[in-house]
């Protein structure tokens, strides 16, 4: 009887244990550490919010940074306040990454970048129908293209990296760019780029020990959050609260920490784990235990994103329904 349980026991311990060496040894790229002290950290979207905690984060951890952003006012008052902080001056840089001449210029003055932080974003929620496609160019325009401007100009220095240390390109997501959010159909759509754009970079890239962070945050305490809770619809906030705010300080920690240990997926609380197990795809993993937790959990994982489906649809069908009863003109069947 007891030899039973033994050969039990060993069972459930040797399938594990052997799944998670074989993951050990095909993982790729292989695991790596990216020293940030000493070295060239350039963060775009830098004077405000995530950016900016970002900015003072890598300052005090001994890295020379570079900020990027358009309101030139806006850019000394974050060197100023990085100054009485820290004791360190960062190097500014006023453009709109919009502009890929000025987007050159700025990074051929801030010299070779061994860390580029593309943190920029804009973010106007509204339902697409009632959406200019103005807006809805300007979100692709900024978050997208913004992005490509930056690491097309930054490349060529960054493959010349004097140390030859470990480089990385850290790309600022959001979990809206996990799953599609109701009134984010730009903003998403733009964040979903980001992920195809990283995970075929770091293909291109690991050659050049170049490694690859998509970062995503949820909602997160900044200027811009304030300014985009002023006109946000109803149903996005009420479907956003379904994974808990943070502060621009606690992001822009789990960001370093992940970008200096090569992490190609960043999730910043407990729901951005939860969503990175629900979308592991085919992106690469370099920690053997995640990769074995993405394993396991896959299953289960579909099960409570489509629960999530369940309420996040039952929100938006009492949401019309609600609006139909206060609105007596309109006498139309709900399409659910
Ligand atoms: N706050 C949140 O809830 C979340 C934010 N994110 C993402 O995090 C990033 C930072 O967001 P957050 O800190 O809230 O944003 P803020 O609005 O507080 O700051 C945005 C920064 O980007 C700069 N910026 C905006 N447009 C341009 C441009 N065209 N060219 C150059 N710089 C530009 C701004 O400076 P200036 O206006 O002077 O150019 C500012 O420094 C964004 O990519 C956002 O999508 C992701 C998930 C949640
Ligand atoms: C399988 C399990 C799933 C678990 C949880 C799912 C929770 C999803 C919530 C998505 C919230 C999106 C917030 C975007 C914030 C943002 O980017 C704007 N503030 C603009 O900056």
Redesign the pocket.
Known sequence: MASIYLLFLILILIIPLSLLLLLTLILRPRPVKIPIKGRHVFI????????LALAHQAASQGARVSI????PD?LEEARNSIRLSTGIDVSVFS????DYDAVQKAINEAGPIDILIC?????IPQELESQDLETVKFMMD??LM?TFHLIKAALPGMKNRKDRGPGSIAL?S??AGQVGIYGYTAYSASKFGLRGLGEALQQEVISDNIHVSLIF????E????AEENKKRPELTSIIAASSGALK?DEVAKKALTGIKSGTFIIPCNFEGLMLSLATAGLCPQRSPLMALLEVVAAGVMRVVALFFQWNWYGSIERWTAQRNGKDHHVGGRLAF
């Open positions: 775009t979207g830098g004077s405000s919010g995530i950016g990027l952003a358009r309101n806006k453009a709109d990454v919009r943190n920029q974003g804009v973010f900024v978050n913004g600022m959001s979990q945050p949820p909602d997160t900044t200027p811009g959050l621009a």
